[in-house]
DNA sequence: AGTTAGCACTGTCAAGAGATGAGTGCTAAA
DNA sequence: TTTAGCACTCATCTCTTGACAGTGCTAACT
């Protein structure tokens, strides 16, 4: 159990030191809190010794450690609600009528970068729980005709199918009147499965064998309703945090960045809670120095997302959790145009 | 007009450069070219004296300047036919029959990155030159519908449009028979005219007049077929190039191209030739220490766009055009499906 | 018992001094 | 025209040094 005096000091040397970057020495505080540097270096050798702070040299200030930041974020940080931020600017965003929806989701994840400076993603919305609401299939081409999916969110994949030279038009639109009575409502995520289960069944069987082409390519639209998009960006904000002042480092960041594994980072859980991910716990070996702080979103009962603000440990966790939860909270305002 | 001997010079401290990322000293080539140090400085003293090489500090070795990597790129190359490159793994990309048109693109310009170690931007194709093939609006509520534009080549484009409850669903039905007969086989960059144009002819002027957002709809549907795409990859193979070892260059590249400006770098142009800008020949602030190979291509007649290499002016010119130029020429495989 | 002053000690960092070496230009001779 | 030779110039590396910002520990104070 750590006094009260410890705590202030715990509190004290992560908020500076997400200010400065710099270790803090004993004096530094000394000045803030009326107690001798003494005093403060006592209570220092106790956290240190509990594992809150570490020293990066022998006679060097102290810096937190992970378990440092996780006990601040839980236990002595509080969240600014009186922002120096204009949070105005985010509901603009929101607000604005005719942008679609994926543009405004990428505006709004530009605003939060650049409000933080850091790098922020945004996970989904995945469409696997809309349902479909109609397919259709368009000829283009003697040969090449487009398959067109709808959901009932408005949503549409395409994908170009190939037929034979000559296949017969009335027997293509009877085989998507199938489909469309097969699918009709079906969840996307479901639509694989239930393809699979009709198409041993008798009723149909002759009218599709015979054309596993279309099948195919229906299998592809809907693989791509399932993957779940994201948007990244201000990845160069990293770039003038000092912790990236090391170009291995840096290296390390962008190719992770660019390597498009961003999945491995974010969990696409379905808890509603925020989630902070500090240092070494997370998985990915380039993110080991970088804390991610994330939260979940609901355009709708069916569609939803994660957000999450990556920057280093040293992050504004004050500054930007209370960020990121407002943001996530509103975020279904995209949807009640 | 240079000797022989200065030409082979030239050539021979571009490409040491090119390899080593050091300044090529005198004794260098002179082991090279059996000809002594003292004869070797002599025609660099020349081809300093003509602009072709510099010294970075007065006791340096030389460094081709912007103008010797053109003299060098139009002149003295030659471009290497038997590559250490394993081509028929591009034809493989682009024989890759299941694959969309977009994934086949982005796949080949990560290959070509891997290849050059370099980044790679990949313009267009744009649509502007398709043809509308059918238009559609599918109803998803009561009162969103999806509008839906699908091209001669089987491009889509979809927009989410509000129609008031309760509009009808007859007229809308003719709205869409009229949208097919006017716009049927114009080409996309004409569209907006066009429309314009038929909002003002009597005869469709009262059933359109009162429902502007389907006009609006459409337009923004159609500027977004009309926005070039681009795709770009190896980013952070930059990073491992001396010339960025300095981080506020590594900013400004990065900001660059997150900034998604890379329009003003490549030329949209139609010209059918090999593009080199070197150095400060780049309009692009942060590009002024880098060359872009930017070569067109051609899917088919209504497709076109271009690919670009975008390296340290230090490039492997010899390297990079030939591949870049394979590239392009062999993009029309996509379409030959 | 908790707090503080004082002091010896430790590691980092920046500045300066040499030493080294790769390169140059120039001159005179082959 | 080419080459050998020499003096000279920078950049770069290493080493030393002093300043400085910290620490831990001990003894004294409240």
Redesign the pocket.
Known sequence: MLTN?QNLVLKLIVESFVKTA???????L?KLL?????????D??DL?ELGYIE????????VPSEKGYHYYVEELMQETTDFDIDLTLIDEVFSNQNMPRDDAIEQAMNLLSQLTNYTTIALGPSARNSKVKKIELVPVTNTMSVLLVITNLGHVESKHVNLPDGTDAEELTRIMEIFNEILYDVPIAQVSEKLHYEINQEKIKDLLSYNRRIIEAFLEAFTRFAQSKFYLTGQSNMLYQPEFSDLERVRELMNFFEKNDILKLIDHSDSTGLTVRIGRENQVTAMQNCSVVMVPYALNEEEKGTIAVVGPTRMEYQKVIPLLKYLAAHMSKLYKK
Chains 1, 2 share one sequence.
């Not at 710099?22 to 530094?28: D, F, K, L, N």
């Not at 009326?34 to 006592?42: E, L, P, W």
């Open positions: 005096r710099e270790p803090v020495g004993s004096r530094t000394s009326d107690f001798s540097s003494a005093t403060i270096r006592n220092m050798a240190e020293k990066t040299h022998s006679s060097s200030g102290r």
